[in-house]
Protein backbone atom coordinates (compact mmCIF):
# COMPACT_ATOMS: atom_id res chain seq x y z
CA UNK A 1 0.00 0.00 0.00
CA UNK A 2 1.37 3.16 -0.90
CA UNK A 3 1.67 5.95 1.70
CA UNK A 4 -1.06 8.34 -0.43
CA UNK A 5 -3.47 5.32 0.18
CA UNK A 6 -2.90 5.00 3.91
CA UNK A 7 -3.64 8.70 4.47
CA UNK A 8 -7.24 8.24 2.85
CA UNK A 9 -9.68 7.33 5.45
CA UNK A 10 -9.51 4.46 7.55
CA UNK A 11 -12.24 1.84 8.52
CA UNK A 12 -10.83 2.60 12.33
CA UNK A 13 -9.76 5.44 13.85
CA UNK A 14 -7.87 4.05 17.28
CA UNK A 15 -6.66 6.98 19.66
CA UNK A 16 -3.60 5.57 21.79
CA UNK A 17 -1.04 3.65 20.65
CA UNK A 18 0.25 2.25 23.65
CA UNK A 19 -0.29 -1.78 24.44
CA UNK A 20 -4.05 -1.71 24.69
CA UNK A 21 -4.47 0.71 21.21
CA UNK A 22 -1.49 -1.09 19.85
CA UNK A 23 -3.34 -4.23 20.58
CA UNK A 24 -6.28 -3.68 18.74
CA UNK A 25 -5.02 -1.69 16.23
CA UNK A 26 -2.73 -5.11 14.68
CA UNK A 27 -5.58 -7.19 15.84
CA UNK A 28 -7.84 -5.01 13.66
CA UNK A 29 -5.30 -4.54 10.92
CA UNK A 30 -4.52 -8.44 10.22
CA UNK A 31 -8.31 -8.58 9.27
CA UNK A 32 -7.28 -6.16 6.23
CA UNK A 33 -9.39 -3.52 8.24
CA UNK A 34 -7.56 0.11 7.21
CA UNK A 35 -6.57 1.42 10.79
CA UNK A 36 -5.16 4.90 11.94
CA UNK A 37 -3.66 5.10 15.33
CA UNK A 38 -3.06 8.92 16.63
CA UNK A 39 -0.60 8.74 19.48
CA UNK A 40 0.16 11.12 21.70
CA UNK A 41 3.89 10.21 21.42
CA UNK A 42 6.52 10.04 23.72
CA UNK A 43 5.33 12.95 26.18
CA UNK A 44 2.30 10.43 26.99
CA UNK A 45 1.90 8.45 30.48
CA UNK A 46 2.79 5.40 28.89
CA UNK A 47 2.01 2.46 31.31
CA UNK A 48 2.92 0.68 28.61
CA UNK A 49 6.53 1.57 28.92
CA UNK A 50 6.40 1.23 32.77
CA UNK A 51 4.74 -1.93 33.67
CA UNK A 52 5.27 -4.64 35.85
CA UNK A 53 4.70 -7.34 32.76
CA UNK A 54 2.96 -9.76 34.34
CA UNK A 55 0.15 -12.50 32.91
CA UNK A 56 -2.00 -12.63 35.55
CA UNK A 57 -4.84 -14.41 36.87
CA UNK A 58 -5.28 -15.38 40.62
CA UNK A 59 -6.78 -12.73 42.61
CA UNK A 60 -8.32 -11.12 40.08
CA UNK A 61 -12.11 -11.15 39.41
CA UNK A 62 -13.57 -10.59 43.25
CA UNK A 63 -16.40 -8.51 42.52
CA UNK A 64 -16.70 -9.12 39.10
CA UNK A 65 -17.19 -13.34 38.06
CA UNK A 66 -17.16 -11.89 34.55
CA UNK A 67 -13.49 -10.34 34.66
CA UNK A 68 -12.08 -13.48 36.35
CA UNK A 69 -13.27 -15.54 33.04
CA UNK A 70 -11.94 -12.84 30.51
CA UNK A 71 -8.30 -12.85 32.30
CA UNK A 72 -7.77 -16.77 32.50
CA UNK A 73 -8.42 -16.49 28.47
CA UNK A 74 -6.73 -14.20 28.17
CA UNK A 75 -3.84 -15.92 30.19
CA UNK A 76 -4.78 -19.04 27.76
CA UNK A 77 -4.73 -17.13 24.86
CA UNK A 78 -1.04 -15.71 25.47
CA UNK A 79 0.76 -18.49 24.04
CA UNK A 80 -0.42 -18.13 20.96
CA UNK A 81 -0.33 -14.35 20.89
CA UNK A 82 3.85 -14.70 21.54
CA UNK A 83 3.64 -17.33 18.30
CA UNK A 84 2.23 -15.16 16.41
CA UNK A 85 4.30 -12.43 17.36
CA UNK A 86 7.18 -14.04 16.83
CA UNK A 87 5.73 -15.04 13.52
CA UNK A 88 5.09 -11.96 12.09
CA UNK A 89 7.80 -9.39 13.85
CA UNK A 90 10.88 -12.32 14.69
CA UNK A 91 10.82 -10.54 18.19
CA UNK A 92 10.70 -13.12 20.88
CA UNK A 93 8.51 -11.23 23.59
CA UNK A 94 9.73 -13.98 26.67
CA UNK A 95 6.17 -14.81 27.67
CA UNK A 96 6.81 -17.48 29.81
CA UNK A 97 3.77 -19.01 31.94
CA UNK A 98 4.90 -21.68 34.75
CA UNK A 99 2.39 -20.54 37.41
CA UNK A 100 2.91 -17.39 40.05
CA UNK A 101 3.17 -17.39 43.51
CA UNK A 102 1.86 -14.65 46.09
CA UNK A 103 4.07 -15.09 49.32
CA UNK A 104 2.71 -13.84 52.48
CA UNK A 105 4.63 -12.34 55.41
CA UNK A 106 2.62 -12.90 58.00
CA UNK A 107 -0.15 -15.11 59.34
CA UNK A 108 -2.52 -12.39 58.88
CA UNK A 109 -1.19 -11.74 55.65
CA UNK A 110 -1.94 -15.74 54.59
CA UNK A 111 -5.11 -15.70 56.27
CA UNK A 112 -6.30 -12.38 54.48
CA UNK A 113 -4.98 -13.90 51.29
CA UNK A 114 -6.95 -17.27 51.98
CA UNK A 115 -9.67 -15.52 52.70
CA UNK A 116 -9.87 -13.41 49.38
CA UNK A 117 -8.97 -16.34 47.09
CA UNK A 118 -11.98 -18.15 48.98
CA UNK A 119 -14.59 -15.36 48.02
CA UNK A 120 -13.11 -14.61 44.78
CA UNK A 121 -14.01 -18.86 43.76
CA UNK A 122 -17.23 -18.98 45.98
CA UNK A 123 -18.54 -16.86 43.46
CA UNK A 124 -21.66 -17.53 41.59
CA UNK A 125 -20.49 -18.04 38.05
CA UNK A 126 -16.87 -18.08 38.91
CA UNK A 127 -14.51 -19.23 36.14
CA UNK A 128 -13.07 -22.33 37.75
CA UNK A 129 -8.98 -22.98 37.36
CA UNK A 130 -6.44 -24.31 39.72
CA UNK A 131 -4.56 -22.83 42.20
CA UNK A 132 -3.47 -24.47 46.07
CA UNK A 133 -2.36 -22.92 49.40
CA UNK A 134 0.76 -24.18 50.39
CA UNK A 135 3.20 -23.64 53.75
CA UNK A 136 6.01 -22.56 53.87
CA UNK A 137 7.95 -26.18 53.07
CA UNK A 138 5.98 -26.58 50.05
CA UNK A 139 6.60 -23.21 49.04
CA UNK A 140 10.92 -23.57 49.73
CA UNK A 141 10.75 -26.69 48.10
CA UNK A 142 9.32 -24.96 45.34
CA UNK A 143 10.91 -21.73 45.27
CA UNK A 144 14.88 -22.32 47.20
CA UNK A 145 15.16 -18.99 48.00
CA UNK A 146 12.43 -17.91 49.60
CA UNK A 147 13.60 -16.65 53.69
CA UNK A 148 12.42 -17.61 56.56
CA UNK A 149 9.59 -14.75 56.97
CA UNK A 150 7.89 -16.16 54.37
CA UNK A 151 4.78 -18.15 56.05
CA UNK A 152 2.95 -19.79 52.79
CA UNK A 153 1.59 -18.78 49.71
CA UNK A 154 -0.88 -19.28 46.47
CA UNK A 155 0.41 -20.95 44.01
CA UNK A 156 -1.42 -20.74 40.68
CA UNK A 157 -0.64 -22.27 37.14
CA UNK A 158 -1.64 -20.17 34.90
CA UNK A 159 0.14 -17.16 36.24
CA UNK A 160 2.89 -15.62 34.04
CA UNK A 161 5.17 -13.00 32.89
CA UNK A 162 6.64 -11.58 29.35
CA UNK A 163 9.22 -9.04 28.47
CA UNK A 164 6.74 -5.99 28.08
CA UNK A 165 8.90 -3.52 26.41
CA UNK A 166 9.55 -6.60 23.60
CA UNK A 167 5.70 -6.74 23.30
CA UNK A 168 5.12 -3.14 23.20
CA UNK A 169 7.96 -2.95 20.59
CA UNK A 170 6.63 -6.38 18.42
CA UNK A 171 3.13 -4.96 18.70
CA UNK A 172 4.43 -1.84 17.02
CA UNK A 173 6.28 -3.40 14.52
CA UNK A 174 3.27 -5.74 13.69
CA UNK A 175 1.23 -2.87 13.13
CA UNK A 176 3.70 -1.47 10.97
CA UNK A 177 3.93 -4.61 8.67
CA UNK A 178 0.08 -4.64 9.13
CA UNK A 179 0.28 -1.44 7.35
CA UNK A 180 -1.58 0.29 10.05
CA UNK A 181 -1.24 4.20 9.77
CA UNK A 182 0.67 5.06 12.76
CA UNK A 183 0.76 8.55 13.76
CA UNK A 184 2.79 9.67 16.69
CA UNK A 185 2.88 13.36 18.20
CA UNK A 186 -0.79 13.62 17.06
CA UNK A 187 -3.11 14.10 20.19
CA UNK A 188 -6.60 13.97 19.93
CA UNK A 189 -8.08 17.27 21.42
CA UNK A 190 -11.90 16.70 20.00
CA UNK A 191 -13.76 14.19 18.36
CA UNK A 192 -17.07 14.46 16.87
CA UNK A 193 -19.64 11.92 15.12
CA UNK A 194 -20.17 13.05 11.38
CA UNK A 195 -22.71 11.51 8.95
CA UNK A 196 -21.66 7.60 9.06
CA UNK A 197 -18.15 7.84 10.97
CA UNK A 198 -16.22 10.57 12.99
CA UNK A 199 -13.94 13.31 12.69
CA UNK A 200 -11.22 13.66 15.38
CA UNK A 201 -9.05 16.93 15.61
CA UNK A 202 -6.12 17.95 17.24
CA UNK A 203 -3.23 20.46 16.47
CA UNK A 204 -1.99 18.29 13.79
CA UNK A 205 -5.08 18.80 12.06
CA UNK A 206 -8.35 16.45 11.45
CA UNK A 207 -8.91 13.09 10.25
CA UNK A 208 -12.16 11.16 9.34
CA UNK A 209 -13.11 7.67 10.08
CA UNK A 210 -15.81 5.26 9.63
CA UNK A 211 -15.30 3.77 13.48
CA UNK A 212 -13.62 4.92 16.63
CA UNK A 213 -11.90 3.09 19.41
CA UNK A 214 -10.88 5.07 22.37
CA UNK A 215 -7.84 2.89 23.76
CA UNK A 216 -5.92 6.48 25.42
CA UNK A 217 -5.55 5.08 28.91
CA UNK A 218 -6.16 7.94 31.39
CA UNK A 219 -7.05 10.13 28.61
CA UNK A 220 -10.23 8.15 27.58
CA UNK A 221 -11.49 9.86 31.10
CA UNK A 222 -11.64 13.38 28.89
CA UNK A 223 -12.50 11.39 25.39
CA UNK A 224 -15.18 9.37 26.37
CA UNK A 225 -17.97 11.93 26.88
CA UNK A 226 -17.15 13.45 23.50
CA UNK A 227 -18.76 9.81 21.82
CA UNK A 228 -22.19 9.30 24.77
CA UNK A 229 -19.11 7.66 26.59
CA UNK A 230 -17.73 7.17 30.18
CA UNK A 231 -14.79 5.97 31.20
CA UNK A 232 -13.83 7.68 34.51
CA UNK A 233 -10.85 6.05 35.08
CA UNK A 234 -7.55 8.06 37.76
CA UNK A 235 -3.89 7.38 37.96
CA UNK A 236 -3.11 5.30 40.71
CA UNK A 237 0.63 5.22 41.21
CA UNK A 238 3.26 2.04 41.04
CA UNK A 239 6.69 2.15 41.92
CA UNK A 240 9.29 -0.06 40.57
CA UNK A 241 12.20 -1.20 41.88
CA UNK A 242 15.37 -3.23 39.30
CA UNK A 243 18.07 -5.08 40.55
CA UNK A 244 21.30 -5.52 38.12
CA UNK A 245 21.55 -9.01 35.88
CA UNK A 246 22.13 -11.87 37.53
CA UNK A 247 22.22 -15.77 37.23
CA UNK A 248 18.47 -16.81 37.61
CA UNK A 249 17.58 -17.90 40.84
CA UNK A 250 13.81 -17.08 40.42
CA UNK A 251 11.78 -19.12 37.61
CA UNK A 252 8.02 -18.46 38.94
CA UNK A 253 7.03 -14.84 39.09
CA UNK A 254 6.18 -13.46 42.59
CA UNK A 255 2.92 -10.76 42.48
CA UNK A 256 5.58 -8.10 43.53
CA UNK A 257 9.08 -10.19 42.75
CA UNK A 258 9.83 -11.44 39.30
CA UNK A 259 13.45 -11.98 37.64
CA UNK A 260 13.03 -11.36 33.83
CA UNK A 261 14.09 -12.96 31.06
CA UNK A 262 17.54 -11.14 30.96
CA UNK A 263 18.18 -11.84 34.88
CA UNK A 264 17.16 -8.09 36.67
CA UNK A 265 15.10 -8.70 39.28
CA UNK A 266 11.90 -6.10 39.50
CA UNK A 267 10.45 -5.52 42.63
CA UNK A 268 6.81 -3.88 42.45
CA UNK A 269 3.47 -3.70 42.80
CA UNK A 270 3.05 0.01 45.46
CA UNK A 271 0.16 1.35 45.01
CA UNK A 272 -0.94 4.72 46.26
CA UNK A 273 -3.76 7.42 44.54
CA UNK A 274 -1.76 10.56 44.34
CA UNK A 275 -3.24 11.92 40.57
CA UNK A 276 -0.51 12.22 38.28
CA UNK A 277 2.70 12.55 40.33
CA UNK A 278 4.96 10.50 38.96
CA UNK A 279 8.42 10.88 41.45
CA UNK A 280 10.15 7.95 42.85
CA UNK A 281 9.63 8.13 46.67
CA UNK A 282 12.22 6.84 48.80
CA UNK A 283 9.74 5.30 51.69
CA UNK A 284 7.35 3.33 49.55
CA UNK A 285 10.83 2.34 47.20
CA UNK A 286 12.14 1.31 51.30
CA UNK A 287 9.23 -0.67 52.66
CA UNK A 288 9.30 -2.00 48.97
CA UNK A 289 12.62 -3.17 49.09
CA UNK A 290 12.18 -4.52 52.77
CA UNK A 291 9.64 -6.64 51.95
CA UNK A 292 11.05 -8.07 48.71
CA UNK A 293 14.17 -9.15 50.42
CA UNK A 294 11.88 -10.81 53.61
CA UNK A 295 11.00 -12.54 50.95
CA UNK A 296 14.20 -13.34 48.85
CA UNK A 297 16.63 -12.99 51.37
CA UNK A 298 19.86 -12.67 48.35
CA UNK A 299 18.24 -9.59 47.13
CA UNK A 300 20.21 -7.84 49.84
CA UNK A 301 23.43 -8.51 48.59
CA UNK A 302 22.58 -7.02 44.80
CA UNK A 303 22.42 -3.70 43.12
CA UNK A 304 19.96 -1.24 42.05
CA UNK A 305 20.26 0.10 38.49
CA UNK A 306 16.84 1.70 37.98
CA UNK A 307 13.94 2.64 40.06
CA UNK A 308 10.95 4.39 38.41
CA UNK A 309 6.64 4.91 39.02
CA UNK A 310 4.46 4.65 36.14
CA UNK A 311 0.68 5.42 36.34
CA UNK A 312 -2.09 2.46 36.07
CA UNK A 313 -5.06 2.87 34.70
CA UNK A 314 -7.62 2.49 37.06
CA UNK A 315 -11.14 2.52 36.76
CA UNK A 316 -13.55 3.04 39.92
CA UNK A 317 -14.09 -0.50 40.90
CA UNK A 318 -10.54 -1.32 39.14
CA UNK A 319 -12.65 -3.94 36.12
CA UNK A 320 -11.85 -3.03 32.60
CA UNK A 321 -14.52 -0.89 30.77
CA UNK A 322 -15.03 -2.26 27.25
CA UNK A 323 -17.89 0.05 25.70
CA UNK A 324 -19.74 0.92 22.47
CA UNK A 325 -21.79 4.27 22.05
CA UNK A 326 -25.58 3.86 22.05
CA UNK A 327 -25.67 7.49 20.78
CA UNK A 328 -23.48 6.82 17.97
CA UNK A 329 -22.75 3.26 17.06
CA UNK A 330 -19.16 2.66 15.83
CA UNK A 331 -17.71 4.40 18.91
CA UNK A 332 -16.21 2.34 21.57
CA UNK A 333 -13.90 2.46 24.13
CA UNK A 334 -10.98 0.26 25.69
CA UNK A 335 -9.37 0.87 28.45
CA UNK A 336 -8.14 -1.70 31.49
CA UNK A 337 -4.81 -1.23 33.99
CA UNK A 338 -4.11 -4.95 32.70
CA UNK A 339 -3.19 -4.19 29.21
CA UNK A 340 0.04 -6.97 29.10
CA UNK A 341 -2.28 -9.54 30.41
CA UNK A 342 -5.39 -8.89 28.50
CA UNK A 343 -3.23 -8.20 25.20
CA UNK A 344 -3.77 -11.49 23.94
CA UNK A 345 -7.87 -10.91 24.17
CA UNK A 346 -8.00 -7.01 22.40
CA UNK A 347 -5.79 -8.83 19.47
CA UNK A 348 -7.62 -12.31 18.79
CA UNK A 349 -11.14 -11.25 20.81
CA UNK A 350 -12.16 -7.70 20.99
CA UNK A 351 -10.31 -6.78 17.94
CA UNK A 352 -12.72 -8.56 15.44
CA UNK A 353 -15.84 -7.80 17.83
CA UNK A 354 -14.80 -4.15 16.54
CA UNK A 355 -14.45 -4.74 13.14
CA UNK A 356 -17.69 -6.16 12.85
CA UNK A 357 -19.48 -3.57 14.83
CA UNK A 358 -20.95 -4.40 17.78
CA UNK A 359 -19.77 -5.60 21.33
CA UNK A 360 -22.18 -8.80 21.82
CA UNK A 361 -24.14 -9.00 25.04
CA UNK A 362 -21.42 -11.01 26.92
CA UNK A 363 -19.40 -8.04 27.34
CA UNK A 364 -22.73 -5.75 29.11
CA UNK A 365 -20.81 -6.55 32.71
CA UNK A 366 -18.02 -4.11 31.42
CA UNK A 367 -20.20 -1.55 29.74
CA UNK A 368 -19.53 1.84 32.03
CA UNK A 369 -23.10 1.98 32.69
CA UNK A 370 -22.57 -0.85 35.42
CA UNK A 371 -21.16 2.67 37.47
CA UNK A 372 -23.83 4.86 36.89
CA UNK A 373 -25.35 4.35 40.84
CA UNK A 374 -27.63 7.28 41.65
CA UNK A 375 -26.09 8.45 44.53
CA UNK A 376 -28.38 8.35 48.13
CA UNK A 377 -31.16 11.34 48.85
CA UNK B 1 48.51 -3.53 24.44
CA UNK B 2 49.01 -1.32 27.55
CA UNK B 3 52.63 -0.12 28.68
CA UNK B 4 52.42 1.51 32.28
CA UNK B 5 54.06 4.99 32.18
CA UNK B 6 57.95 5.13 33.75
CA UNK B 7 57.34 8.07 36.47
CA UNK B 8 54.50 6.86 38.17
CA UNK B 9 55.74 5.66 40.94
CA UNK B 10 53.53 2.75 43.35
CA UNK B 11 54.80 -0.38 45.31
CA UNK B 12 54.08 -4.04 44.26
CA UNK B 13 51.05 -5.51 44.91
CA UNK B 14 50.01 -9.32 44.42
CA UNK B 15 46.45 -10.48 43.66
CA UNK B 16 45.14 -13.28 41.48
CA UNK B 17 43.11 -13.23 38.72
CA UNK B 18 40.94 -16.24 37.22
CA UNK B 19 43.46 -18.42 39.61
CA UNK B 20 46.94 -17.11 38.17
CA UNK B 21 49.37 -15.29 40.38
CA UNK B 22 49.91 -11.08 38.93
CA UNK B 23 51.35 -7.96 39.84
CA UNK B 24 50.15 -4.50 39.64
CA UNK B 25 50.98 -1.39 42.08
CA UNK B 26 49.57 0.29 44.65
CA UNK B 27 47.21 2.99 43.46
CA UNK B 28 45.95 0.86 40.68
CA UNK B 29 41.94 -0.03 40.06
CA UNK B 30 41.28 -3.10 39.62
CA UNK B 31 40.26 -2.84 36.05
CA UNK B 32 44.14 -0.81 35.64
CA UNK B 33 45.34 -4.40 37.22
CA UNK B 34 44.05 -6.38 34.82
CA UNK B 35 44.75 -4.57 31.72
CA UNK B 36 48.86 -4.25 32.75
CA UNK B 37 48.56 -7.71 33.40
CA UNK B 38 47.03 -8.35 29.20
CA UNK B 39 43.76 -8.78 30.86
CA UNK B 40 41.70 -7.66 27.94
CA UNK B 41 38.26 -9.26 28.43
CA UNK B 42 36.71 -8.92 32.11
CA UNK B 43 33.57 -10.33 31.17
CA UNK B 44 30.65 -11.23 28.69
CA UNK B 45 27.17 -10.28 29.07
CA UNK B 46 24.17 -11.79 31.00
CA UNK B 47 21.83 -11.24 27.45
CA UNK B 48 24.44 -12.12 24.41
CA UNK B 49 27.39 -13.26 25.77
CA UNK B 50 29.20 -10.82 23.91
CA UNK B 51 33.02 -9.85 25.49
CA UNK B 52 33.56 -6.49 27.18
CA UNK B 53 36.73 -4.46 28.45
CA UNK B 54 37.02 -1.80 30.75
CA UNK B 55 35.54 0.95 28.37
CA UNK B 56 34.70 4.80 30.15
CA UNK B 57 37.56 3.93 33.43
CA UNK B 58 35.60 6.07 35.54
CA UNK B 59 32.10 4.59 36.68
CA UNK B 60 30.17 5.41 34.05
CA UNK B 61 29.51 2.54 31.76
CA UNK B 62 29.80 -0.45 33.44
CA UNK B 63 31.16 -2.00 31.10
CA UNK B 64 34.24 -3.11 33.82
CA UNK B 65 32.66 -5.45 35.95
CA UNK B 66 34.47 -8.49 37.23
CA UNK B 67 33.86 -10.86 40.16
CA UNK B 68 36.16 -9.35 43.19
CA UNK B 69 36.31 -11.88 46.61
CA UNK B 70 33.56 -13.87 45.59
CA UNK B 71 31.36 -10.83 44.84
CA UNK B 72 30.28 -10.40 41.19
CA UNK B 73 29.74 -7.42 38.66
CA UNK B 74 31.70 -5.40 40.90
CA UNK B 75 33.17 -1.96 39.39
CA UNK B 76 36.64 -2.83 38.74
CA UNK B 77 37.60 1.02 37.59
CA UNK B 78 36.37 2.03 40.59
CA UNK B 79 38.10 -0.21 42.81
CA UNK B 80 41.96 0.33 44.10
CA UNK B 81 43.71 -3.31 43.88
CA UNK B 82 44.62 -4.62 47.15
CA UNK B 83 47.52 -7.28 48.30
CA UNK B 84 45.90 -11.25 48.37
CA UNK B 85 42.61 -9.84 46.38
CA UNK B 86 40.88 -12.67 44.42
CA UNK B 87 40.10 -10.92 40.86
CA UNK B 88 37.78 -13.38 38.61
CA UNK B 89 36.47 -12.25 35.14
CA UNK B 90 32.98 -12.93 34.83
CA UNK B 91 31.21 -15.32 31.99
CA UNK B 92 27.59 -14.17 31.76
CA UNK B 93 25.34 -13.39 34.40
CA UNK B 94 26.44 -12.81 38.12
CA UNK B 95 26.13 -15.84 40.37
CA UNK B 96 24.09 -15.75 42.96
CA UNK B 97 23.74 -17.92 46.67
CA UNK B 98 20.61 -19.03 46.69
CA UNK B 99 20.16 -20.28 50.59
CA UNK B 100 23.71 -20.75 51.32
CA UNK B 101 24.49 -23.09 48.01
CA UNK B 102 26.62 -21.30 45.41
CA UNK B 103 24.11 -20.47 42.25
CA UNK B 104 24.45 -21.41 39.40
CA UNK B 105 26.73 -19.51 36.74
CA UNK B 106 24.56 -18.69 33.43
Given at each position: MSHAQRREEPDVAVVGGGVVGASIAWGLARKGTRVAVLDEGDTAFRASRGNFALVWVQSKGLGMAEYAAWTKRSAEAWPRLAAELKQETGIDVAHQQPGGFMLCLSDAEMQARIDATKRLHNQPDMVKYPYEILDHAETKRRLPAIGKDVVGSIYCPLDGHVNSLRLFRALHVAMSQGGVDYRPNHPVEAIAAEQGGFNVRGPWGELRSGKIVLAAGLGNARLAPMLGLKAPVKPSKGQIIVTEKVAHFLHNPVVTVRQTDEGGVMVGDSQEDLGFDTAVRNPVVSVMAERAIRMF?????LNVVRTWSALRVMSPDGFPIYDQSQSFPGAFVATCHSGVTLAANHVLALAPLIREGALPPEFQPFSARRLHVPSAA | MFRRLHDVEGKPVTFTVDGRSATARAGDTVSAALLANGVEVCRTTPVSGAPRAPY?????????LVTIDGNGNRQGCLIAIEEGMLVETQKGARAVAVDGRAGAGA
Open positions: PLLAG | CMMGVCFEC
